[in-house]
C-alpha cells in the first residue's frame, strides 16, 4: 500500500497533494524530492519511487490543478515553471526542519522546473556546497529526460486527435491515451515481448483512472514553451553536482535536448547506463536496483568548490 496522501496549502491557496514514501523519520541520510512531468501525477512515479525510498525518504507530489492536487478558489489559470518550482519549495518547507537540506530530481517538465528553481534570483551558493534557494539546501541536483526549452521529439499531438477523431466516442479516451503513452517507449521495444505490452497497458490504465484535465495540460505546455533556461544555467556553481540520465531512444525529447543541456552547465555528468535503448520513461527501461544503486551513488558525491557566474 502507498503511503498515505497529504495536502498542503500554498500562500495563494493551491491544495498540493504529496506522499512521503520511506523511512517514517529522516536520519543521516538526506531525503530525495521528485518533481513530475508534464501531465503526470503521482501515481506515475511508481515502481521507481519504491526501490529508491529503500534508502532515503522520498518526496512526490502533484503540481497544483493536476492528479489529486486543486487550484486556488480564485486561480487567474496563470501557470509558470517559477510559480510550479516555488510549490515544490514551498511544500519541502512545510515539512519541517528535517527537510532543510534535500536532493531533487526533475524528469522532463520537472526538469525543466527544476532549471528554473536552481536559477531562481534567491538562489545562491551555499558554504557547504550545493545551493540555499528560498530557505532549502538543494545538495544534488538530477535532470532526467529534459530540456532547456521547447524540445525536439517524434511527438506529433494533431496524428493523436486526428486518430481520436475518427474512433467512436466511447473509445476516444482510451486511444489518446494509449497512443501517448506509446510516446514514452519506442516500437522494437513496445514489440519485444507481451511484459512490455503489458506494462503499457497498465499505464494506460493509470492514466484512465488519475485526474489529468487537459487544459491543464495545455497550460503546463505553454509554462515549457515561455522558457528557455539556456541563458541562466552558468548561474549553476560547480559546488552542486548535477547528474544527467536521458534515453538515446527518447521520442517526447530528443537525446541531443541533453547535449544542449551539458554544453550549458559544464560539471554536469551523465550516468551510464548499461543501454542507451531507453526511452522516455526511463526508470520503465532497467530494475529498480540498478536505478537506486546508481542514484545512490550519485548522490554521495561531492561538489567541486568554485563559485557560479553571477
Partial sequence: MPPATQTFKTPDGAQLA?????????????????IMGMSGVMEDWSPLVEALAVSRPVLISD???????????EWDMDLSHE??????LHLVASLGKAWRSVDMLGWSMGGHI????????????AKQGGLDVEGIHVAHAILTGTMTKLPRGDFHPDMIAEAAAKAPKDQRKRIMSQMLMEYQ?????????QDNRDLVRRRVDVSLATKRPQEIIGLQIMAISNVDTRPELHRIPRSLPVLVIHGLRDRMVAYPE?????EHIKHAKRLQTPTDQIGHFWFDFLPGKYWRESIDEFLQQQGTPGAAKL
Fill in 258 to 262: 541533453s547535449e544542449v543541456l551539458m
Fill in 63 to 73: 503540481h497544483r490543478a493536476i492528479g489529486a492536487s486543486l487550484a486556488p478558489p
Fill in 185 to 193: 517507449y519506442f516500437p522494437e521495444w513496445l514489440q519485444s515481448s
Fill in 18 to 34: 504529496f506522499r512521503v514514501h520511506g523511512p517514517e523519520h529522516v536520519g543521516s541520510v538526506r531525503p530525495l524530492v521528485l
Fill in 114 to 125: 527544476l532549471q528554473v528553481l536552481l536559477t531562481l534570483p534567491s538562489a545562491k551558493e
Fill in 83 to 88: 510559480g510550479m518550482a516555488l510549490d515544490v
